[in-house]
C-alpha cells in the first residue's frame, strides 16, 4: 500500500489539538471570544503564553489580519498585563499591520465591554478612525480582557466564554493547502561581494530599518530573501580561511554578527561616526578569521568573548554577567577614544 505522508500530519495535529485543548481546561483561564452581530470573521485560536507550565494568556482571532475589519481577544491573569500597556498592544498590533504609528491622532477615554450580557469597564486607546484597543477586568473570572481591533466598530463590545475551545483549535491547525513555489528571484550583487562582509552589512541594516519601524511603524523589515544564501557563503568562506569545522565556522560567523550588532545598540559613536564604525567592523572580521594580529581592539574582541561564555551558563552570578558587560563596554570605549576617524 502506498504511504502516504499527509495522513502522518493530520495525525500530529489533531494530538496537538487535544493536547492544547486538556491544558486549557487544566490552566482553569477561561476563553473568551466576540459575539454579536456583525463579527469580523469566524474566532480561530491564535496563541498562547504560559509560566511554569500552566496557561496565563489566550488570544482568539476574528477575522483576517491582512485584508478587512479584524480584532483579536486577549484573556490573560490580571497580573499578567502589568508591564503591557493597553497603548503597546496597540502600536504593536498596527505595526505588525505595517501602519504608521505617527499617521494617526491617539485618544484615549473610558469603556465598556459586555460579558454574557454582565458590564465590565475599562479603558479605550484610538488610533484615528481605524484602530481601537479596549480592556476591562472582570473579577467573577479574575481575568483582564483585551480587545484589539481595525475598521471594526466597538462602541459596544460584546463578548462570551466559550466553554469549549476544541473548534477554534480545529480551525488554527487544520493542514493548509500547499501554495506554488514562488519564482527564482536574481542573484543580489551582496552574492558576488565578500561574505562576511556582505552579511554584516545587512545584519546592519535591518538593525537600522527594525529600529525605525519600532519608532513609526509601516511596512515590517524582513531580511533580504537570499540571506540563507549569503550565510552559507560566509560559514563556507570562514571553513576557507581557518580550516575549523562547519559546525565552528557557523558559530563564529553568529558570534561576529552578534557582537557587531551588540556594539551597535550600545556605542553612540557606531552610528554617528561612519570611519569609526569601519574601524570596528574591519578589526572584528579580522579577528573572526584570524587575519589580523595585535588589532587596536583586541582587549574589545577578547573581553566579547568572555562575556559571551558567561552568558548562557545559567551558574553564572549575575553580579558576574555584569561585570563581564561592562568590561566589554569599556574596552571599546576605550578603543574608540585612543582612535581616529581614518581609515585602517
Known amino acids: 500500500?502506498?504511504?502516504?505522508?499527509?495522513?502522518?500530519?493530520?495525525?500530529?495535529?489533531?494530538?496537538?489539538?487535544?493536547?492544547?485543548?486538556?491544558?486549557?481546561?487544566?490552566?482553569?483561564l477561561?476563553?473568551?471570544?466576540?459575539?454579536?452581530?456583525?463579527?469580523?470573521?469566524?474566532?480561530?485560536?491564535?496563541?498562547?503564553?504560559?509560566?511554569?507550565?500552566?496557561?496565563?494568556?489566550?488570544?482568539?482571532a476574528h477575522g483576517d489580519a491582512t485584508t478587512?475589519?479584524?480584532?483579536?481577544v486577549d484573556t490573560a491573569r490580571r497580573t499578567d498585563n502589568r508591564d503591557d500597556p493597553?497603548?503597546?498592544?496597540?502600536?504593536?498590533?498596527?505595526?505588525m499591520a505595517g501602519a504608521h504609528l505617527s499617521a494617526v491622532e491617539w485618544t484615549e477615554h473610558d469603556a465598556t465591554m459586555h460579558l454574557d450580557g454582565r458590564r465590565l469597564t475599562g479603558r479605550t486607546v484610538r488610533a484615528g478612525d481605524r484602530w481601537t484597543a479596549t480592556r476591562c477586568a472582570d473579577v467573577e473570572i479574575d481575568a483582564e480582557i483585551t480587545v484589539v481591533t481595525r475598521d471594526w466598530p466597538t462602541d459596544t463590545i460584546q463578548l462570551?466564554?466559550?466553554?469549549?475551545?476544541?473548534?477554534?483549535?480545529?480551525?488554527?491547525?487544520?493542514?493548509?493547502?500547499?501554495?506554488?513555489?514562488?519564482p527564482a528571484p536574481p542573484v543580489p550583487d551582496d552574492l558576488a561581494r565578500e561574505p562576511h562582509r556582505a552579511l554584516i552589512d545587512a545584519a546592519l541594516r535591518h538593525r537600522r530599518h527594525t529600529l525605525t519601524w519600532i519608532a513609526g511603524g509601516g511596512a515590517h523589515p524582513d531580511l533580504p530573501a537570499h540571506w540563507p544564501r549569503l550565510w552559507r557563503a560566509a560559514v563556507h568562506r570562514q571553513q576557507e580561511l581557518t580550516d575549523q569545522s562547519e559546525p565552528a565556522a557557523n558559530r563564529a560567523v553568529s558570534d561576529a554578527i552578534a557582537h557587531l550588532t551588540a556594539l551597535a545598540d550600545h556605542a553612540d559613536w557606531f552610528d554617528t561616526r561612519p570611519r569609526l564604525r569601519e574601524r570596528a567592523i574591519t578589526e572584528t572580521l579580522l579577528h573572526v578569521t584570524g587575519l589580523g594580529d595585535d588589532l587596536p581592539s583586541e582587549p574589545a574582541q577578547l573581553a566579547w568573548r568572555h562575556h559571551q561564555r558567561l552568558v548562557p551558563d545559567p551558574t553564572t552570578d549575575l553580579r558576574r554577567r555584569a561585570a563581564a558587560d561592562q568590561a566589554w563596554r569599556d574596552a571599546w570605549t576605550t578603543w574608540a577614544a585612543e582612535s581616529t576617524d581614518t581609515p585602517p
Open 1 to 28: 500500500m502506498e504511504h502516504d505522508p499527509s495522513s502522518h500530519v493530520d495525525e500530529r495535529l489533531a494530538r496537538q489539538t487535544e493536547r492544547l485543548r486538556r491544558e486549557l481546561r487544566d490552566s482553569g
Open 30 to 60: 477561561p476563553v473568551v471570544t466576540l459575539t454579536g452581530p456583525a463579527l469580523p470573521g469566524t474566532a480561530r485560536f491564535a496563541g498562547l503564553e504560559s509560566t511554569d507550565r500552566t496557561i496565563t494568556h489566550v488570544r482568539v
Open 68 to 72: 478587512g475589519p479584524w480584532a483579536t
Open 86 to 95: 493597553l497603548r503597546h498592544r496597540l502600536e504593536h498590533a498596527m505595526r
Open 160 to 182: 462570551r466564554l466559550d466553554a469549549d475551545p476544541a473548534p477554534l483549535l480545529d480551525r488554527t491547525w487544520r493542514r493548509p493547502v500547499p501554495l506554488p513555489p514562488p
